[in-house]
């Protein structure tokens, strides 16, 4: 584009200098000669004003046209140059009329706009095929437009390319993205099963810590109730211990008060001794000898006989005893009715 830009610049210098005006008319004549001496000094704005006064003269003359566009191109308004060398369009000189449509193609050259310069300048080719400047200008409209075309596919290839970065880096975001999902799941899984795994060793310390709590409690239960059954068979122990004292002491006390009694009364103890023997001999004697049982009515005259004497023999013997009889007292005892 630098290039076109060059080339571009090098095409204003190719402009047909303004014609000379023939009029019958000294004074216009005069104005076109001035502003072309102008145009020649580079006065374009001067040249520009002094071709003007001769439009307002002389309107339908179309050099005054083609120079006043020459004006105008010089001073960078090219569209306005070409509205004033369409308006010079009527030249019948051959020289004219070709310069005429090379600068028309120059200000559509000048814009940019390639494609529109190229009838023209084969038209001023058409006029004169060994105009060198319209065929150099129509090559370089040419060139541009190829380079437009080439820059336009360039444009459209980077495009394409941008756009198919822009998918492989969109599906290179996306793989990326379910790559990290996927990673972010079977971290999630991974972290679940870890965490699952810790709450299940968890549970089971706390299990194992109830079971030996369970143990404790019940070893401590167990030797609460060893202590117990030690203290109750301790407490048993001094009891029997104490009933054991207190009834040493009973029996040393009562022993003690026999001997106590059995200093104060040695007769009375001496006699009692000696009725309780006399008691016992006597239940001894009196006693009878068990005998078989017999049923009444069934025993013979001699079993009966025996049993008689036997119980003759377990009496005591009789002793007659006197009696004194209370005195006999009469008394009346009065009625009641």
């Known amino acids: 584009m630098k290039r076109l830009t060059a080339i571009l ?3 204003c210098l190719l402009a047909s200098f303004p014609a000379l005006a023939f009029d019958p008319f000294a004074r216009e004549q005069e104005n076109i000669r ?3 001496q102008n145009f020649s000094e580079q006065h374009f704005d001067q040249a520009l004003d002094l071709y003007e006064q001769a439009e307002q003269e002389v309107e339908q003359e179309p050099r005054v046209h083609f120079n006043r566009g020459a004006a105008l191109f ?4 090219p569209k306005e140059a070409r509205e004033a060398y369409l308006r010079a369009s009527g030249l019948d000189d051959p020289q004219m009329k070709k310069e005429n449509y090379y600068n028309i193609g120059n200000t559509f050259l000048a814009e940019g706009a390639y494609q529109d310069a190229i009838p023209y ?4 080719l058409e006029i004169d095929p060994g105009f060198d400047d319209a065929r150099y200008n129509l090559e370089l409209a040419l060139a541009a437009i190829k380079q437009q075309q080439q820059k336009q596919q360039d444009q459209k290839s980077d495009k394409q390319d941008q756009k198919d970065q822009k998918d492989q880096k969109e599906n290179q975001d996306q793989k990326k993205d379910e790559q990290q999902k996927d990673e972010k799941k079977e971290g999630e899984k991974d ?4 965490q699952k795994e810790q709450e299940d060793q968890k549970k089971g310390d706390q299990k194992d810590q109830k079971e030996q709590e369970k143990d404790q409690q019940q070893e401590q239960q167990g030797q609460q109730d060893q202590q117990g059954q030690q203290d109750q068979k301790d407490q048993q122990d001094q009891k029997d211990q104490q009933d054991q004292k207190d009834q040493q002491g009973q029996q040393d006390q009562k022993e003690q008060e026999k001997d106590q ?5 040695p007769g009375q103890q001496d006699q009692q001794g ?3 023997e006399q008691k016992q001999q006597e239940q001894q004697a009196g006693q009878p000898k068990p005998q078989p049982q017999k049923i009444p009515g069934q025993l013979s005259q001699a079993e009966f006989r025996d049993l008689l004497d036997s119980m003759r023999d377990s009496e005591k013997p009789f002793q007659m005893h006197k009696f004194e009889l209370p005195e006999y007292r009469q008394q009346q005892n009065e009625k009641d009715w």
Do not use: M, S, T, Y
């Open 191 to 194: 972290q679940g099963q870890d």
């Open 34 to 36: 001035a502003g072309n």
């Open 274 to 276: 000696d009725k309780k």
């Open 9 to 11: 610049a090098g095409v």
């Open 121 to 124: 300048f084969r038209r001023a």
């Open 261 to 265: 009694q059995a200093q104060k009364q």
């Open 74 to 77: 010089k001073l960078g308004r």
